[in-house]
């Protein structure tokens, strides 16, 4: 069975578990999560801390819910500024300036990942991991907390700087990582938010992302199927903390209604006649990177907070539908692109952000990983969620072979939310 949207084609449903393509996601599954566990995703999420957030001995502080709190901290600020590792001449310009507005169909040019260099200096990370090092090393070597709400909602040009300034093509130039004053400018306004309160009436006071978590009682949402799912993309998001399911909202919902940064959504087709897609993709990506991570794990097993973050609706939540996810599924066979899709990506040509081009890849990456789901239980047991399977699609999609990835490279959307 296929689903069909005007340029992205499901190549996945029930009655296909036997074709090829997906013998390349389970290929994919015995590399990065062998048996379908996530002890590998915990791992990664739980190295993005820096050193002195690893140790219950961290800066001095003997109380265990205040690291766990900081550990909340940093991971929510992280994935908060989380999105495009890559540069181009038309976005990223020498002088400095940042822009968004690119035309669709555009083509860019000077397209290449970023880089730092790695701890010892002997290598060079890029892309996404090389902004989790710079901001692990912020706080590690510059002593920049930057995860801590007063220290957000102050971030200084010279912070920035510091934080998001890698290399460039490689090499030893010096290179800011694109959009990297938006970045900024992202978690002054969070900070902001938790020393002053949100902005507008029906947003509840947080002190910090750890208030949020412990309200939201072990929920990513209130309702099921939740938001993110494709039965109930005509429903509208919840913005306002009225009591639901005796307990309010859940922690994406939360995320969305405190700040604009977490509304990732849109039309598919006409506006006024086509169901909303709550794609969500930071905000169901803090999510899984919490439940991953576990930061709450050094507390005590009778502490109120310890399982604070093992959401216990987390098998709701959707993949983060990015740059990489859609890739590794067009490579394994499992979403089929249009003509008129495939050649704008070939031809490294901008797919701008709401085009119907865009809207069906993350609209097909989310239908075809709700079936993958299904399918990965079937397969390696109950236990399989949205994170391992977020995990296993990103690395499917990140880690190709050079020959593999020259034939099925991302697609170019110049965005914030991705």
Excluded at 2 to 18: D, K, N
Excluded at 67 to 92: K, M, P, Q
Aim: hydrophobic share 40%.
């Amino acid at each position: 069975m296929s689903t069909v949207l005007e340029h992205v084609t499901v190549m996945v449903g029930r009655g296909a578990t036997a074709c090829s393509p997906l013998d390349s996601l389970w290929a994919a599954f015995d590399k990065w999560a062998p048996g379908g566990s996530l002890a590998a995703c915990e791992d990664t999420w739980w190295q993005v801390l820096p050193q002195r957030l690893r140790s219950d001995s961290s800066r001095g502080e003997t109380n265990a819910a205040d690291i766990a709190a900081h550990r909340v901290a940093y991971i929510c600020g992280l994935v908060a500024v989380d999105f495009r590792h890559w540069l181009c001449d038309e976005a990223d310009p020498v002088d400095g300036d940042e822009r968004c507005e690119v035309p669709h169909g555009v083509l860019l040019s000077n397209v290449r990942p970023f880089y730092c260099r790695d701890a010892d200096g002997d290598g060079f990370i890029r892309g996404s991991g090389a902004m989790i090092e710079l901001l692990r090393r912020a706080v590690d070597q510059h002593g920049i907390d930057w995860y801590r709400p007063e220290r957000m909602a102050s971030l200084s040009a010279d912070d920035e700087r510091i934080m998001f300034t890698g290399c460039e093509n490689n090499s030893e130039s010096p290179r800011i990582l694109g959009h990297a004053r938006a970045r900024g400018r992202i978690l002054r306004e969070i900070g902001a938010s938790f020393l002053d309160g949100p902005k507008g009436t029906d947003v509840p006071t947080y002190h910090s992302f750890f208030d949020m978590l412990l309200l939201s009682r072990r929920r990513l949402f209130s309702q099921s199927p939740p938001m993110s799912s494709s039965a109930t993309w005509t429903t509208t998001c919840p913005t306002s903390h009225t009591a639901v399911n005796g307990g309010g909202l859940g922690f994406v919902e939360r995320l969305v209604a405190f700040h604009g940064r977490y509304q990732d959504k849109y039309v598919l087709g006409e506006p006024d006649a086509a169901p909303v897609i709550w794609a969500l993709k930071l905000a169901q990506l803090t999510g899984m990177a919490l439940l991953s991570a576990d930061p709450c794990r050094d507390l005590p097993a009778d502490h109120p907070a310890r399982h604070a973050a093992q959401f216990l609706d987390s098998s709701d939540a959707s993949v983060a539908p990015d740059y990489q996810l859609p890739r590794g599924l067009w490579a394994a066979g499992l979403l089929r692109y249009s003509p008129a899709l495939e050649s704008l990506i070939r031809q490294r040509r901008h797919v701008a952000p709401g085009s119907t081009e865009e809207r069906d890849l993350r609209a097909g990456t989310m239908l075809a990983s709700e079936e993958l789901l299904r399918l990965s239980k079937e397969r390696y047991g109950p236990d399989v969620n949205s994170a391992t399977l977020d995990h296993v699609l990103w690395h499917l999609g990140r880690d190709m072979t050079p020959d593999m990835a020259a034939g099925y490279p991302h697609h170019l959307t110049i965005t914030l939310m991705y």
